[in-house]
T-cell receptor, first 113, second 111 residues
Framework: NAGVTQTPKFRILKIGQSMTLQCTQDMNHNYMYWYRQDPGMGLKLIYYSVGAGITDKGEVPNGYNVSRSTTEDFPLRLELAAPSQTSVYFC????????????FGPGTRLTVL | GENVEQHPSTLSVQEGDSAVIKCTYSDSASNYFPWYKQELGKGPQLIIDIRSNVGEKKDQRIAVTLNKTAKHFSLHITETQPEDSAVYFCAATSGNTPLVFGKGTRLSVIA
């Protein structure tokens, strides 16, 4: 199993551009999550999904959108990139929410200039 | 909602010494407390976890203790090695909501 894969690994955007961060898991997990990690600030939840067709906001959803059309994929969309969205983005999955191990992808480092 | 505080933010120890990282949580309904290790350039990885019906759990050189009354839990690493150098995150949840993470502790083990 590849686990959780993310693409791209690195990306530089100009202010106002849009992009989609891709996330795929092959463990048949129901739950998937998107986090952003800023230096010294830990992991902040952006959006999560409890299954195909169901998504919910996390702590910092503004400026982002998600969709979950399949169990495997959970893309994160940035519509109008802003410098404040410069961060490292991690996708994760788990078989259940809460009291179960979350498996993280390798991350996408995004810079908005 | 849940709030998790983690201390210290940085920790340096000599190789072979012990390291302790502490976390406090606010929601008395929280019942699952994992610890994640993040190596440079990688995603976090679970190293140990504890549930509220247990006070202590060990796995080789790593142990976690939980004090439900005081709402705090700690990670203990004994006989530290250079490969233990990483960022460590604690987290908490009641089981019905996603994990809430602490801000992380950067551990440096000096050879």
């Amino acid at each position: 199993n590849a686990g959780v894969t993310q693409t791209p690994k690195f990306r530089i955007l100009k202010i106002g551009q849009s992009m989609t961060l891709q996330c795929t898991q092959d463990m048949n997990h129901n739950y998937m999550y998107w986090y952003r990690q800023d230096p010294g600030m830990g992991l902040k939840l952006i959006y999560y999904s409890v299954g195909a067709g169901i998504t919910d906001k996390g702590e910092v959803p503004n400026g982002y959108n998600v969709s979950r059309s399949t169990t495997e994929d959970f893309p994160l969309r940035l519509e109008l990139a802003a410098p404040s969205q410069t961060s490292v983005y991690f996708c994760a999955s788990s078989p259940l929410t809460g009291g179960n191990e979350q498996f993280f992808g390798p991350g996408t480092r995004l810079t908005v200039l | 909602g849940e709030n998790v505080e983690q201390h210290p933010s940085t920790l340096s120890v000599q190789e072979g010494d012990s390291a302790v990282i502490k976390c406090t949580y606010s929601d008395s309904a929280s019942n699952y407390f994992p610890w994640y290790k993040q190596e440079l350039g990688k995603g976090p990885q679970l190293i140990i976890d504890i549930r509220s019906n247990v006070g202590e759990k060990k796995d080789q050189r790593i142990a976690v203790t939980l004090n439900k009354t005081a709402k705090h839990f700690s990670l203990h690493i004994t006989e530290t090695q250079p490969e233990d150098s990483a960022v460590y995150f604690c987290a908490a949840t009641s089981g019905n909501t996603p994990l809430v993470f602490g801000k992380g502790t950067r551990l440096s083990v000096i050879a």
